[in-house]
């Protein structure tokens, strides 16, 4: 597989700026990201360009892509977990969360604001958390079994965001939209959201709603991306805005990706760490 020059941990090169230099997401500058654009725009296809950046390192895939897993299912093995539908997703989610409590006490027994500051050999592997079709989560048809599942999907959510960043647990989330009419507490996790990639919108409103807030130059310049440029995005973190376009990632690298076992999961058994006193570890 043409894999591009290697790069620190937990960059991905994704695609080529129109300005030339490669376009990189770090996460360790920008630890959660915001995905967006209409169908047939790109996003699946710049997630897959995510995957087979990051898949040759030392960084685990949890995947939710409740459109019955169409896209990231294709990544096989190399996702350590792998949620088709929202029921899965849950539980997928609460995991994470509760992956991110554990990484809390083990910081805080050690005296370290963050994974980072851990020894080497005690740092947990670090997670990248990739939802394709957000929208799935807050499906609610009235019913309370859905509203109550819309719920818990919005309140997990907004919780690993708020507090992955420091524990090595990030998040990549992609949809059409990003509104509050999506559901509940959609704005404060897009808040958390701080890297915005948009690729060609259905309309202004869904541009502006996630670039607005950070950079209104950039929601201009997102309205001009065409339909035949399938990939193009516009890129910001809220400073400049760059116009980029994602790698086209072909079927035998899929291929190819798919047979690496990505690490174990759930992580908490895999940590090398001694629980506090009192504490179980399951
Ligand atoms: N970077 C790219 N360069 C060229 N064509 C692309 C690129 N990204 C996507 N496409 C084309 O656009 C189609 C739709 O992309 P996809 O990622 O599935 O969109 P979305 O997930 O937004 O619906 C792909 O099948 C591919 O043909
Ligand atoms: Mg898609």
């Known amino acids: 597989m043409k894999q591009p020059a290697a790069l620190p941990l937990l960059s991905a090169d994704v695609g080529q700026t129109e300005d030339g230099p490669p376009w990189v997401i ?14 047939q725009s790109g996003k699946s296809s710049l997630l897959a360009a995510l995957v087979r950046s990051l898949s040759s390192q030392p960084v685990a895939l949890v995947g939710i892509d409740c ?8 990544f096989g093995r190399r996702f350590s977990k792998l949620a088709i539908d929202r029921k899965r997703a849950i539980v997928v989610l609460a995991s994470m969360v509760e992956e991110i409590e554990h990484r809390m ?3 805080r027994a050690a005296g370290a604001r963050s994974i980072w500051e ?4 005690r740092r947990p592997t670090p997670i990248v958390v990739i939802v394709d079709e957000l929208a799935e989560l807050y499906l609610n048809d009235g019913s309370r079994e859905s509203r109550e599942e819309a719920e818990q999907c919005a309140t997990l959510l907004l919780r690993l965001a708020q507090l992955g960043a420091a524990l090595g647990v990030h998040l990549v989330a992609a949809g059409q939209r990003v509104g509050s009419d999506l559901g509940p507490r959609v704005t404060a996790l897009r808040a958390q959201l701080g890297g915005r990639i948009a690729h060609r919108a259905h309309d202004e409103a869904s541009a502006e709603m996630t670039l607005g807030d950070l ?8 309205q001009t991306i065409s339909e035949e440029e399938q990939g193009v ?3 910001t ?12 990632i072909s079927t035998a690298d899929v291929a ?5 076992p990505g690490p174990p999961y759930p992580f908490l058994s895999v940590l090398d760490t001694a629980p506090e006193k009192g504490e179980t570890v399951t």
């Open 215 to 222: 950079n209104p130059d950039a929601v201009v310049i997102a």
């Open 105 to 107: 006490r083990v910081c």
């Open 233 to 235: 995005a516009v890129v």
């Open 118 to 121: 851990l020894p080497e050999g």
């Open 26 to 39: 770090e996460f360790r500058k920008v630890p959660h990201w915001l995905v967006t654009g209409a169908t």
């Open 256 to 260: 190819e990706i798919s047979a690496i």
């Open 237 to 248: 973190t809220g400073g400049r805005w760059t116009r980029a376009r994602s790698h086209m």
């Open 67 to 74: 459109k019955g897993g169409m896209e990231l299912g294709l």
